[in-house]
């Protein structure tokens, strides 16, 4: 059974920096995409980065320059670094894998002095 579980969420200073993790379980992880959406209150939920297996990533130009997403497929987990965080990057930030559709029950992220 796939599970993803998000940790690494919380409040933050405008500026501040935060890194999530997305601990996935139940398939071959190396062999598989990964991605970080988020949803912000009264939004849909957007992607905000992928990485594919081999280590090529996609970065929402939104948080192109601020956010970076790796994985470690020893660890069977996916990492978000998030720096220069602004008010807007306020959500729930949700781990997903394309192949099977699986969702995280998400991490909130909060910026706000």
């Known amino acids: 059974q796939v599970q993803l579980v998000e940790s690494g969420g919380g409040l933050v200073q405008p500026g501040g920096s935060l890194r999530l993790s997305c601990a996935a379980s139940?398939?071959?992880?190396?062999?598989?995409?990964m991605s970080w959406y988020r949803q912000a209150p009264g939004k849909e939920r957007e992607l905000v980065a992928n990485?594919?297996?081999?280590?090529?990533?996609n970065i929402a130009d939104s948080v192109k320059g601020r956010f970076t997403i790796s994985r470690d497929d020893a660890k069977n987990t996916v990492y978000l670094q998030m720096n220069s965080l602004k008010p807007e990057d306020t959500a729930v930030y949700y781990c997903?894998?394309?192949?099977?559709?699986?969702w995280g029950q998400g991490t909130q992220v909060t910026v706000s002095s």
């Open positions: 997903h894998t394309p192949r099977f559709n699986s």
């Open positions: 139940g398939f071959t992880f190396s062999s598989y995409s």
């Open positions: 990485i594919r297996s081999g280590g090529k990533t």
